[in-house]
């Protein structure tokens, strides 16, 4: 059997879960090597703990890094059994460098990328030194693994070169898991109520004060519902907003995909839009919930020009919104309150497609990784 080491920046993360469990469905022995934010609601896997981080705070993480690569090599049995490391984001992909230097390991190490933070894109000598640090690491990389084609596009393909091979791994929902039924019939049947979902990791701000207007504008029409969790660092006040509309709800974290057909199953509509890093990440990514909502038969609602927007009109299943969103977000709602057959055509559009376009396929991971640990070693 397959065995991964696999760095992690939050045991407690929902999408790290979701990734060492779709792992172990296709039949690799996952042990973790993970720093902690929170208490995990769950936790299927082997874990060294290698400490506590937190939001934010980045000479903390910094210091982290090191003390965790530290605890890492410590567990050197258990490192030198894996036959590949597996390391989520740069400053994990740095602790498992560490760690296997420390291990005095020559195990091959794959490099996920599911975010390109803001500092990475900076025109000045942070941006310019943090990039020197990832090409370096880069190049002792085996493989790369990204969640949207537009990460290689616009970031690694632009300042790095003779890389190591990517591989395209979206945020689609593990295949195997029994996520119940699909909602067929549930979407947008009471003409003049529309339930809108922002679900996941809610870190946008704008997005916040985008749906806040939409309830204060729409009152008891429309219902809005929040699960996942928040960055309080980018919205400090998020209680504080939603406090003031009684048509704003609040649900907090939840598993996947244990909670999911439940979460959906009450929506007509998520929102899938994300300004955080404006004209940088936000642009590029494509987030879990147009996976999640598209399984369900739940459309999105998209900036346009994003790729989570181009997703959605390549599919047809969707409502891209033109900028000012502050405008044509409310004219959109106006119109599916008046009208909400849109809504039951893409819902049916969505259940035409096919499955694998939202559920990650069983054995997909193994063959990935198969090919990674075969690859031919970077010189």
């Known amino acids: 059997m397959t065995k991964i080491a696999f760095f992690g920046h939050d045991a407690a993360d929902a999408a790290i ?122 190049k002792k990389c085996r493989a790369l693994i990204v969640s949207s084609p537009a990460f290689v596009r616009e970031h690694f393909d632009r300042y790095y070169s003779g890389g190591p091979k990517v591989f395209l791994v979206e945020n689609r929902l593990t295949g195997g898991a029994d996520y119940g039924d699909r909602g067929v019939g549930n979407k947008a049947q009471e003409a003049g109520k529309l339930r809108i979902g922002w679900v996941g990791n809610l870190r946008c701000r704008r997005s916040l004060d985008l749906l806040c207007s939409v309830a204060g504008q729409f009152g008891t029409q429309v219902e809005i519902r929040l699960h996942g969790v928040v960055a309080k660092l980018e919205i400090p006040d998020f209680d504080e907003k939603i ?50 909502g598209g399984y369900f038969r739940t459309p999105a609602i998209a900036p346009a020009g994003t790729e989570t927007g181009n997703w959605v009109e390549h599919r047809a299943c969707g409502f891209t919104l033109e900028e000012p969103l502050e405008k044509s977000l409310p004219t959109l709602i106006g119109d599916l309150l008046d009208d909400p057959t849109r809504i039951r055509g893409y819902s049916c559009v969505l259940g035409e497609l096919p499955e694998e376009t939202f559920v990650q396929p069983l054995g997909f991971l193994r063959q990935v990784i198969t090919q990674i640990i075969g690859a031919k070693v970077p010189s």
């Open 243 to 292: 406090s003031r509309h009684p048509n704003v709800s609040f649900h907090g974290r939840y598993r996947s995909p244990e909670d999911l057909s439940e979460i959906y199953k009450g929506l007509d509509v998520v929102w899938s839009g994300d300004f955080m890093e404006a004209g940088l990440n936000s642009v590029w990514l494509l987030p879990n919930r147009i996976y999640e």
């Open 17 to 138: 879960r979701r990734r060492v469990v779709a792992l172990q469905a296709d039949g690799i022995a996952v042990t973790g090597f993970m720093m902690r934010r929170r208490a995990p609601l769950a936790q299927e896997w082997i874990n060294i703990d290698l400490g506590e981080t937190r939001d934010g705070a980045f000479v903390q993480r910094i210091r982290q890094v090191f003390r965790g690569a530290r605890i890492a090599a410590k567990a050197a049995d258990e490192l030198r059994s894996a036959d590949v490391i597996y390391a989520r984001n740069l400053d994990m992909l740095a602790c498992a460098f560490l760690a296997k230097r420390h291990a005095g390991l020559s195990t091959p190490v794959i490099y996920e990328c599911l975010d390109i933070h803001r500092l990475l894109c900076r025109k000045d000598p942070v941006g310019w030194t943090l990039r020197a640090f990832e090409g370096w690491l880069l």
